[in-house]
Every structure is written in structure tokens, then in C-alpha cells.
């Protein structure tokens, strides 16, 4: 039984999501104490929840403490067969955040998987679906991940109501060695305007351009249970992705939104990693998996990615040198 610390590092959610799919992984059960104790409401929350239920259903796992503002979690799993299963986080609990808890077991397992699952695709402290289409998923085929996710519908606060289907087929990943970006390509963008006059997509590009004129552009305008928007921004080199994104709120400009994504992702540009850090922390995990060791670069360590690179040596014979300038050079050395 591997004992965990949530208080530990950035002491968030994260540590729960990335050992729910390490543990299904490796068939190490692990018990975790003082969940989430880094935020104001500490314990599990119905999002985290919903990560844990998944994962159980997934591979017939047997759990204790899984109930909302638990601070204590003890997951033990079985076998994981892959398959088709279909889960509703309810509401507008994060899709991307449920599919951090899935989605290293079902991209290194031998198994194919298919999940439908319903909530929200574009919601608050959590990666859009888009940044995972337009930035980890193509980096993640690099390492010979074979996956592919198709947006039914869009989901906003407070409401939900979206619908993605993720189709994985599990196998060995490679290693992924991001050593240089190459010449820029191209900045796209994907500006979404939900229950809204199609002019606000308009109005968050034209913003973006301001910041990034040579921006490629794609509107998504739909009708759901609630209205929402935001853009995703993807900074296309010869040998990687950089990306971005801001989310619109009721009360805050078009304007804003476009200025805010832009802003952002000129800043990660102009700090010369080979990944964005929000990227970063989100592949580090698959780089750990790899069969041989990875490389990145980034312009800024985000207590996430500390907390990430601390859990996964206490499930997986890894280890990492981290480089003490900016852009920081992270080396993922697989032991194994």
C-alpha cells in the first residue's frame, strides 16, 4: 500500500487524479490522508469524486472514503479490461479534470477504451476540451498514443449539458524528446460562443489579433443548457505545441477574453520552453511512462508540475533532473 500526503507540494486536487491512473497502472493500491489541505474547502470535492467513481468503474476497484469532503481516500484496483462505458459528472463538473483520472491508465494499458462522458467541456480552473485537441492530444500521438476525442456538445457554468466520446487504444508509449521548437508555423485559434450573438467570437479574435496578428481563427458558435465562451490558442512549431486559453465569464468584455489567451500565450512564447507550463504538467505524467527517457523545456515550474514529478517516483522507478535556470530543462530518466 503506497502511502500519500495530500498536503504535500501544491496540495490540490491533481495528486488524486494522477494516482487514481498510476494505481490502475501498476496495481499498487495507494492510501491518501489530508486531501486537497492547500485549499480554502480541503477534501473531495464532487468533480474529484466523480474521477474516483470512474476509475472504480473501470477497473472494479474496491475504495474507501469516497464521499464528498472526504480527506482520506484508499483506492485498491483490479483488473482493467478497457471496454465501453458511459459516465455523467453532472452538472458542469469538468470533463478535462475527469479525464486526467483516465486518461494515462487508457493510453498505456493494453486495452481499448471508449468513454462517453457528460458535464462541462469549458469550464472554470480546468483545461478546455480544446486545449486537449489543439495542444496534448497531438503531442501525446508523438509518443505513439492512439486516441481521439469528438465534442458532442458544449458544456458551460452552472448547467453543463456537454458531451464528449474519447476513444483510446492502449499501447507502449515512446519517449518524447522536446529539445528545440523549430520555426513557428502558425498560431491557430478556436474563439467559442455559446446562447450568444456569433459577434462575441468575432469580438474575442479581433482582440487576440491585437496581441497575435498573424493568428489563424476557427468560430465555434452553439446552443446549450448555458450560455459561455473562450478561445484556445495553439503556437504551432516544426517540434512542439505551445498553448493557451481564457474562459469568458457573465459581466467580463469579449475583449477581455481574447487579450487574456493572447497575452498568455505570448508570454510562454517569449520565455523559450519547448512546453507551455500547463502543458507541462499534464505530459510529464505520460513522460514517465514512456519506455526510455524524455526531455522538455519550460519557462516556469508551476507547483503542480513539483507536486506531479514528487508522486510519480513513489509509483514508478523515475527520476528527474530539473534545471535551475529559466527556460528550466526538465530530464524524465526512466530507471527501468
Known amino acids: ?17 494522477t494516482a487514481l491512473s498510476l494505481s490502475v497502472l501498476t496495481g499498487q ?24 467513481r470512474l476509475m472504480q468503474k473501470l477497473c472494479s476497484a474496491r475504495v474507501e472514503g469516497d464521499a464528498v469532503a472526504s480527506r482520506e481516500l484508499t483506492f485498491a484496483p483490479g483488473k482493467f479490461t478497457g471496454g465501453s462505458h458511459e459516465y455523467d459528472v453532472g452538472t458542469a463538473g469538468s470533463l478535462t479534470l ?9 493510453v498505456a494499458s493494453p486495452a481499448e477504451t471508449e468513454l462517453y462522458l457528460k458535464g462541462g467541456t469549458d469550464v472554470r480552473w480546468s483545461p478546455p476540451v480544446d486545449h486537449y485537441q489543439m495542444v496534448l492530444f497531438p503531442l501525446l500521438r508523438r509518443m505513439g498514443a492512439n486516441l481521439e476525442m469528438t465534442v458532442e456538445r458544449r458544456g458551460y ?54 496581441e497575435l496578428p498573424d493568428l489563424v481563427a476557427e468560430k465555434v458558435v452553439t446552443t446549450g443548457l448555458s450560455p459561455g465562451a473562450g478561445l484556445t ?3 504551432e512549431y516544426r517540434e ?7 474562459l469568458g465569464e457573465k459581466g467580463v468584455p469579449a475583449e477581455k477574453v481574447g487579450h487574456e489567451a493572447a497575452s498568455c500565450l505570448r508570454k510562454a512564447m517569449d520565455l523559450g520552453g ?13 513522460m514517465a511512462l514512456a519506455k526510455g527517457d524524455s526531455s522538455f523545456t519550460v519557462g516556469k515550474i508551476s507547483g503542480h508540475m513539483t507536486s506531479q514529478m514528487h508522486l510519480l517516483t513513489q509509483f514508478l522507478p523515475v ?11 526538465i530530464d524524465v530518466i526512466n530507471r527501468t
Open 240 to 246: 512542439t505545441i505551445l498553448g493557451w486559453s481564457a
Open 274 to 286: 519547448t512546453l507551455d507550463s500547463r502543458t507541462a504538467d499534464q505530459l510529464i505524467t505520460f
Open 1 to 17: 500500500m503506497i502511502e500519500l500526503d495530500g498536503s504535500e507540494g501544491e496540495g490540490g486536487g491533481q495528486t488524486v487524479r
Open 98 to 106: 475527469l479525464m486526467q483520472s483516465a486518461l494515462p491508465a487508457l
Open 319 to 329: 527520476r528527474f533532473a530539473v534545471g535551475r535556470t529559466s527556460p528550466h530543462r
Open 157 to 210: 457554468h452552472p448547467k453543463g449539458g456537454g458531451a464528449v466520446r474519447l476513444k483510446v487504444i492502449g499501447a507502449q508509449l515512446s519517449p518524447l524528446r522536446l529539445e528545440e521548437r523549430g520555426e513557428l508555423v502558425q498560431v491557430i485559434a478556436r474563439a467559442c460562443a455559446q446562447n450568444l450573438p456569433k459577434e462575441v467570437a468575432d469580438r474575442i479574435i479581433a482582440s487576440a489579433r491585437r
Open 29 to 52: 493500491p495507494f492510501h491518501i490522508v489530508d486531501i486537497r489541505a492547500g485549499r480554502p474547502d480541503p477534501g473531495l470535492k464532487p468533480q474529484h469524486l466523480a474521477g474516483v
Open 233 to 235: 490558442l495553439a503556437a
